[in-house]
C-alpha cells in the first residue's frame, strides 16, 4: 500500500505526445481508475507507472519513493495485463508463484501464499492445470491471483474486464471491485468503458489526447462534467447540449433556446450581468416532458420513444437541436407530438460556447462535495486542462 | 489453428467429412510424392546388387534383404572418415549459426531500431550471391588462411549459408511469443535477462530446435561449397561426389541411403518433440 505520485509525466513516441505533462496523485488505498477512447493515453500511462515504459519528463514517485528511472522489478509493482499474460509453459500453481520464487521465498512460504490467492479469485482447483487447460474467465482470475500473490504496494490492470464476454464481465466486474475493496490496495485500473469506471472507481481520471481532462468521483464527473467531451463520454445516453444565448431580463439571466423558447436560470448559477452565447449541458433523466397546453416556456416535438423496460428514452427536436430525454415507461408519447419540456434548472451545467469547457463558478456543489473531502475540479484558463488539488 | 472446421449446424458434419477426406487425400499424396523416391532409393540399396542391376522393373517388396550393398559403400576409402566429418560440420554450423542467429533474430523480433529493414534485406541478400561466383576467390583465401581441408573451414561456409534461415525462422519463432509475457515477467521480479531465460527461451524452444535441424540439414546437404573447400579431407557428399562418375548404380544406392537415413531419423524425432511443446502453447 502507498501513494503514487505522478509529476508532470510526459511520454514520447516519435513526434506524438502519448502522455502530455500529467500530473496525479493517488493515495494510498485508492482505486483510480484512468478511462478515455481507445488511444488517448491511458494505457501508456499505466506502463510507465509500472516501469514499461522509459518516460521522457517528469517524475514517478511510488510510497515517496522517486522510481522514475527504476525497472519494473524494483517498483514493488504488480500488473495484470490485458491478454493476461499467463505463461502458457508452467502450470497455474506455477504461474502464481513465479514472482515469489523471483524473490527467493521460501517453499513454505509460497505454498501458502499462492494457496491464499487462489483461494481469494476461487481457483484453488486449478492449480495443477495449464493455462491451455482453463478458460478465458479462468485465465483473468490466474493473472489477478499472480499480481495479488506478490502483496504489492501498487496494483496495475490494464483493461483486465475486456476481453470477456458481456456476461462474464458484468459479474467479473462486480467480484473484482469486492475483492479489491478487501484488499484496500491502491490500485490503477485503466479501462475505456464508462460503465466499468463509473461502478469500480474511488475517483475517475478521464484522459484525452494524452492530457487529464477531469480527476473525480465518479458521481461527480457525471453531473459536472468539465467539458463537453467528458460530458458525452460519459453516460448513457450522453450529456445533452444545446446551444443558448443568455440575456438579461429584469435583473435576472434568461437562457434562450432559438425557436423553441426559453430555460429558467438559477440565481446562484453566477450568470447575472452576462449575456451572449453558453452551452447548456443536461442530463436525460433531469428532463421532464408534459403535454403541450400553451404558455410554456420551453417546447419541442417528439421524434422518437425507444421503450427500454426500465425507462423511455425519447428524441426530441427542440429549436434546432435534437435532446434525449428518459421518461417513466407508462408515459405515453406520440412520434411529432408536441411537448412542454421542463429543464431542471439546477442539474443545468453551463459551459463556454466556444472552448466547450464548463464555467468555472459551479455552485451546485451537489452530493458529491461531501464524500471524502474531495474538492471538484478546478478549471485552468481556457485549455481543458484541469488538476485536482488535494486536501 | 487446428483443423477443426466449425459450422454449428448440423449439415455441418458432411461439410466437415468430406473437407477432412480432402485434407487426407491431399496429405496422402504429399506424402507419397516424398516417400516414393526414398523408397525406392532404400530397396535398392537393400537388395544384392546383382538384382539390383539386372532386375527390371522393380519389384515393390524386394524377394531377398541384402546388406552387401551397403557394407561395399561404407567399407569403400574414406566413406566413414566422410560421414563423421559430414556430422561434425552439422554440429558445429548447427552450433555457430543459432549463436549468431538466434540473438539476430531476437532483435528483429523485438526492437524497432534503424534500418531494420535494410538489414532484413541484406541477411538475405547474401543467399542471393551464387557460391560459384565465389567459389574461387573463396578457395584462395581459404588457401591462405591455412583452413582449407578442415572440418572448421567446411563449417565457417555452411555457417555462412544457414545464417540468413536461421536468423529469419528465429526472428519469427521469437514474434510468436508474446512479448507482454517478457513484460509479466519484468514485472514480477525479473531482470529483462532472467525473464528472457524464463519465459521466452521455453516457448520459443520447439521453434529454435526447428531452426536448428534444419541449419544441421543445410550443412549435412550442401555439396558445392564442401567440393571446393575440400580435397583430401572430404564431407560424405563431397566424397561421394567424387566418385559418382566412377562407381556402380548400387554404390549410388547405397550412398544415397546413408545420406537420407540421418536427416529423416533425426526430424522424426525431434517432430514429435515439437508438436509435443508446442500443443502447450496458448494462441
Partial sequence: MAEIRLEGVTKLFKQVRAVDDVSLTISEGEFMVLLGPSGCGKTTLLRSVAGLEQIDAGRVLIGGRDVTYLPPRKRNIAMVFQSYAVFPHMTVFDNIAFGLRMRKASRAEIRRRVQEAAELLHIEGLLDRYPSQTSGGQRQRIAVARALAMQPQVLLMDEPLSNLDALLRLEARAELKRLLSEIGSTTIYVTHDQVEAMSMGDRVAVMRAGKLVQVDEPLAIYDRPADRFVGGFIGNPPMNFLPVTVSQRDGAAVATVADAGEVRVDARDGLAGRSGPLLLGIRAENIEIAPLRGGEALHGRVLVVEPLGSHNLVTLRVGGELLKAITRPDEHLDPDQEVAITIDSERIRWLDARSEVALAHDVHAGPGAGMGGVTSAELEGAGDQVERSLE | ?283
Wanted: with cysteine.
Fill in chain 2, 1 to 283: 489453428m487446428t483443423g477443426s472446421i466449425q459450422t454449428g449446424q448440423r449439415p455441418g458434419r458432411l461439410r466437415r467429412q468430406v473437407g477432412r477426406t480432402l485434407t487426407y487425400v491431399v496429405a496422402t499424396t504429399l506424402a507419397v510424392f516424398v516417400l516414393a523416391p526414398i523408397y525406392f532409393i532404400a530397396i535398392s540399396a537393400l537388395t544384392p546388387p546383382e538384382i539390383a542391376l539386372s532386375e527390371y522393373p522393380r519389384r515393390l517388396v524386394p524377394a531377398e534383404v541384402s546388406f552387401d550393398t551397403i557394407r561395399f559403400f561404407l567399407e569403400a576409402q574414406g566413406v566413414v572418415d566422410a560421414f563423421w566429418r559430414s556430422v561434425w560440420v552439422g554440429v558445429i554450423t548447427l552450433v555457430l549459426s543459432l549463436a549468431i542467429g538466434a540473438p539476430a533474430g531476437y532483435a528483429i523480433a523485438r526492437y524497432v531500431f534503424r534500418g531494420k529493414e535494410l538489414y532484413r534485406l541484406l541477411v538475405l541478400s547474401t543467399r542471393a550471391f551464387p557460391v560459384v561466383i565465389l567459389a574461387i576467390p573463396l578457395a584462395v583465401t581459404y588457401i591462405r588462411l591455412g583452413i582449407n581441408d578442415s572440418i572448421i573451414g567446411v563449417s565457417l561456409m555452411h555457417t555462412a549459408l544457414a545464417l540468413p534461415f536461421a536468423i529469419l525462422i528465429t526472428s519469427s519463432v521469437f514474434i510468436s511469443v508474446p512479448r507482454e509475457l517478457e513484460e509479466a515477467a519484468q514485472t514480477l521480479g525479473c531482470h529483462p535477462v532472467q525473464a528472457f531465460l524464463r519465459v521466452s527461451l521455453p516457448l520459443a524452444l520447439p521453434g529454435l530446435a526447428a531452426a536448428a535441424i534444419f541449419t544441421w540439414v543445410i550443412s549435412w546437404n550442401d555439396v558445392f561449397a564442401a567440393s571446393i573447400l575440400t580435397l583430401r579431407e572430404p564431407t560424405l557428399p563431397a566424397r561421394v561426389l567424387t566418385s559418382l562418375t566412377q562407381s556402380r548404380i548400387t554404390f549410388q544406392f547405397a550412398a544415397g541411403f546413408i545420406m537420407l537415413i540421418p536427416s529423416v531419423v533425426v526430424i522424426f524425432f525431434i517432430r514429435r518433440y515439437l508438436l509435443g511443446l508446442w500443443g502447450r502453447v496458448v494462441k
